[in-house]
């Protein structure tokens, strides 16, 4: 280590951190997208039934003009009772807002992860005061995972076994305080 490395303090613990803080937040974005893509999906699955429930609920209210207590009637009624029970699901989940979030979150780690890379791929004579970047990368992840949605532990114990994140507890929520 020459005279230059030891003044900016990196080490090779510290390269050691950096490399789990990237495994941390490569995780957490690869969990954040995963877990958007589920919301989506299930957004669309909810939504596109009610759409076309609707549509055959209203074809089949202007379509008989009997008034009658028939077939058609009871199936109008259980539709139009379905319909009400989806929009109320999908506007009590607010999964596509709650997808959103997820996204913007995997885009924040996808960001810091970018940084850490960088910064591991220069040389350690040009990376700076290392207690001063790794200060900054912390704040970074630690706002990131205050701003994000919760992902659930399942999810998280899957990504962080994953990209080799140590010294995890079970418990932690993901990137709280890395």
Do not use: C
Not at 12 to 30: C, K, P
Not at 133 to 145: C, E, P, Q, T, V
């Amino acid at each position: 280590m020459t005279a230059q490395q030891a003044e900016s303090g990196w080490t090779s613990e510290v390269d050691a951190l950096l490399g789990n803080w990237r495994n941390r937040v490569y995780a957490a974005q690869s969990a954040y997208y995963q877990q958007a893509e589920r919301l989506w999906r299930w957004h669309y699955l909810l939504g596109i039934p009610m759409i076309l429930m609707s549509t055959i609920v209203s074809s089949s209210i202007f379509a008989d003009k009997s008034g009658g207590f028939g077939i058609p009637t009871v199936v109008t009624g259980a539709l139009g009772g379905l319909i009400a029970i989806l929009a109320s699901l999908q506007t009590f989940l607010k999964l596509a807002e709650t997808a959103t979030r997820n996204t913007a979150a995997a885009d924040w780690y996808s960001s810091i992860r970018r940084d850490i890379e960088q910064l591991q791929a220069l040389p350690r004579n040009l990376r700076g005061d290392a207690r001063a970047r790794l200060d900054s990368i912390r704040k970074d992840i630690n706002k990131a995972g205050q701003n994000a949605p919760s992902i659930g532990e399942h999810l998280w114990t899957r990504m962080a076994e994953k990209f080799g994140v140590k010294d995890l507890p079970m418990s932690e929520p993901p990137m709280k305080e890395p």
